[in-house]
């Protein structure tokens, strides 16, 4: 028989909690922020001035900026956000990792458990892994090194490339664009820096991983990539925290810039614990027949704001955004996508699924955006939500603004509650309950999943498991 | 009849005084019906008699509260247990109206159903035999595993897909909810033969149908026929054709003094 979902937190079914209480981190500013702070991270990277003057130009927006409200945002401000409760900077290790020797112990155990080090040997083409607030392992496969890709920690970027950095950093998402932009520039710390030579196409995938270990921490990692004209990259983000009865603060920047025919597609697999705010801006600016793809995957987090944009800026551009969330007891998702049609022949496709359950809550908020003179743009946005039980929550709100009269322009939307027909039916071929609900789960995000490489599509699916866990009956 | 343990003593299926509602309206009002192992039974019946709410409330459907009577399966109530637990048991439901499952491999599906009926799991290869077999003997071609379950497909391709279960699935007592409807010449005849060869010694099955044609290849041992929430006629299989030959015009007739009023129930 149908019976209500218990009341299972999130904890239950997450699998990645445990933190590491030998790893004594080698600097930790003081709690809290202020100009002293921002300028003590700067002096420990051992930055070049224009760098610091950015970080202190953009604490001053941060200072200025209110909380975001209105349209864009999950009512942080019903929150309990504070932010002199956290830590800005805990620096793990002294020196950077080439091979995973190279990694201390206790933070080698974390990503071992974590299945990288395996991923690396199998079916990568570089990883990067992220510690609190520094990149303690990086590596790129030598051929590749050698074809001119550049993929490094964005602090090694900074010093070893300052030129390109420079030319872009904070182009795409500038330091007053929101409070949080705003935060993360003052006080980023690691994330990846990627160069794309033209024509080079990287076979397999670049991939992140974000830890963070340390109670009450800040993680503000900060991506640039930068995919020349006709070149080829996939980027792929996972990220797991400990659960902690206090909060952590997640807040990234990533800035894309996708050339003249070049291919990226950025993938994330979000899946922090229940006590992280997961507030990250994200925004790729797509020129002349590029193709630029978000797949972003939100399962984890207490709140999540994040709204993948796509600027297509030249003619023939194409964006994507297929956006996955799934939320349990105590989250809740607040996530979408953007599509900014600024020249004409661009296309668009927005594809969002999200799965609420347990009293949680997902929403959508999406926009799209044509200017005038884009002629003969065209988007196809479709969102659906699959609510589990009466305690859970979906809401859709498209923000939809065209100026141009000769565009194809296509919306639907779906809300429905896990279908009482559909377990029936599945029930009646003698399938439990609980396996009849995580059958139709995972068909409704299939044609999400199926976007994924094999690999990270079976890693999708078994968080998804995890997550159906006790859901049901 | 009575301590019939499930082995080979007593009828098979067993209905007695079933009462149904739905949404709070009586739509079966004490039905009696025994079905023997090896009997291949018609329910017929014109519209509204309440012949899919009796298929829904014996699968256990949440809507379909069963207020009064029981339903005895080998021996045992089956009303008390869950949809999967009568399924396990080996009742099964060719659905009217399968519903689609976006997503959901029909392939994978059947598998999971299969090993979840047998209580254990099923190779990979000796299940694609077994598939590949019967989905040829049901004309179906092999594409088919690779489709989301019922999603987009036509009329005949599900109820194919529904006969096609019921071979996976070898139930004891199989409830056919009008799995003619809809058909085409062929379709029907390639869907009743399917049927017809599940036929066997030990199994039961209820055939609802509003139609003659089906019964040209699926010979009933048993006719009933249901009107305003009961079996008002039992025959053999000359009853269908009267029923043919009449309509279902003489036994509103007869009947609808006592149904005053209820002529428009639900399906």
């Not at chain 1, 010093?159 to 872009?168: F, K, T």
């Not at chain 1, 006080?187 to 794309?196: H, K, P, T």
């Not at chain 1, 699959?386 to 100026?403: C, Q, V």
């Not at chain 1, 789960?441 to 599509?457: C, D, Q, T």
Request: with cysteine.
């Amino acid at each position: 028989m149908v019976t209500k979902a218990k009341d299972v937190t999130s904890e239950a079914g997450y699998k990645y909690g445990w933190h590491d209480p030998e790893f004594k981190p080698v600097n930790i500013t003081k709690k809290g922020l202020n100009q002293a702070v921002v300028e003590e991270i700067s002096a420990m990277k051992g930055e070049p001035p224009w760098m610091r003057e950015f970080r202190l130009k953009a604490y001053g927006h941060w200072l200025e900026r209110p909380m975001p409200s209105g349209f864009w945002g999950g009512n942080i401000q019903n929150y309990s956000l504070d932010f002199n409760d956290i830590y800005y900077y805990v620096k793990p290790v002294t020196e950077q990792g080439k091979t995973w020797e190279e990694v201390p112990a206790e933070i080698k155990r974390t990503f071992e458990k974590l299945g990288i080090p395996e991923a690396e040997r199998k079916f990568l083409s570089g990883v990067e892994a992220q510690y609190d607030s520094e990149v303690v392992y990086h590596n790129i496969r030598e051929d590749l090194k050698k074809l001119g890709v550049i993929f490094l920690d964005t602090d090694s970027a900074v010093r070893e490339h300052p030129d390109l950095v420079r030319q872009y950093f904070g182009t795409i998402v500038p330091p007053n664009d929101n409070k949080f932009a705003a935060l993360n520039s003052a006080v980023w710390s690691g994330g990846s820096f990627i160069y794309v030579p033209p024509g080079v196409k990287v076979p397999m995938p670049l991939q992140a991983y974000f830890r963070i270990n340390t109670e009450n921490m800040g993680q503000f990692e900060r991506t640039l990539i930068i995919v020349d004209e006709g070149a080829d990259v996939h980027y792929v983000e996972g990220c797991t925290a400990p659960t902690y009865s206090s909060e952590s603060l997640h807040s990234a920047v990533v800035e894309i810039v996708v050339k003249r025919g070049a291919r990226v597609r950025y993938t994330t697999i979000q899946n922090w614990s229940s006590n992280v705010y997961n507030l990250v801006t994200k925004r790729m600016a797509v020129y002349g027949d590029g193709v630029g793809s978000w797949v972003d995957g939100n399962l984890g987090s207490k709140l999540t704001m994040k709204y993948p944009s796509t600027f297509l800026l030249e003619p023939g551009a194409h964006g994507e955004i297929l956006s996955l969330a799934m939320a349990g007891a105590g989250q809740h998702q607040d996530a979408g996508g953007k599509c900014i049609h600024a020249a004409p022949n661009t296309t668009s496709v927005i594809n969002s699924k999200s799965v609420s359950k347990g009293g949680g809550r997902t929403s959508y908020r999406g926009q799209l955006k044509v200017y005038p003179g884009a002629k003969g743009a065209k988007s196809t946005v479709r969102c659906d939500a699959l609510i589990l039980d009466e305690a859970s929550r979906s809401d859709t709100y498209p923000l939809m603004e065209i100026d141009e009269q000769q565009v194809t322009i296509g919306h639907e939307a779906s809300v429905s509650k896990l279908g009482e027909e559909q377990l029936f039916y599945l029930m009646s071929r003698g399938i439990n309950e609980a396996e009849a609900a995580k059958m139709i789960v995972n068909g409704f995000v299939e044609p999400i999943v199926k976007e994924l490489p094999m690999e990270y599509a079976v890693e999708l699916n078994r968080l998804i498991e995890l997550q159906m866990e006790g859901a049901v009956g | 009849m009575a301590g019939s343990n499930g082995s080979g003593a007593g009828p098979l299926f067993v209905i007695e005084d079933l009462h149904v509602s739905v949404e709070g309206k009586e739509i079966l009002k004490g039905v009696d019906l025994v079905v023997n192992r090896g009997e291949v039974q018609a329910l017929m019946g014109p519209n509204g008699s309440g012949k899919s709410t009796l298929a829904n409330a014996l699968m256990g459907h949440p809507r379909y509260v069963v207020t009064q009577g029981r339903a005895r399966f080998r021996g045992e109530d089956i009303l008390t247990l869950a949809t999967d637990e009568r399924a396990r048991r080996g009742l099964f439901l060719a659905f009217q109206y399968p519903i689609g499952i976006p997503g959901v491999v029909m392939g994978n599906f059947l598998r999971t159903a299969v090993k979840a009926r047998r209580g254990e799991d099923v190779p990979v290869r000796e299940f694609r035999k077994l598939l590949d077999e019967t989905m040829d003997l049901l004309k179906m071609d092999p594409s088919f595993a690779r489709r989301y379950v019922n999603e987009g497909f036509s009329g005949g391709e599900k109820k194919r897909a529904e006969v096609l279960q019921m071979a996976l699935l070898r139930p004891e007592m199989a409830v056919l909810d009008e799995t003619d409807s809809g058909l085409d010449i062929d379709a029907l005849k390639t869907v009743a033969e399917g049927i017809d060869a599940l036929r066997g010694p030990e199994r039961g099955m209820l055939v609802i149908t509003h139609y003659q044609r089906l019964l040209n290849y699926v010979r009933p041992d048993v006719v009933q026929v249901l009107f305003d929430g009961r079996v008002v006629r039992t025959g053999g299989a000359e009853l269908a054709l009267e029923l043919e030959a009449k309509g279902y015009e003489w036994i509103t007739n007869e009947f609808a003094p006592a149904a005053a009023g209820a002529e428009e129930g639900a399906a």
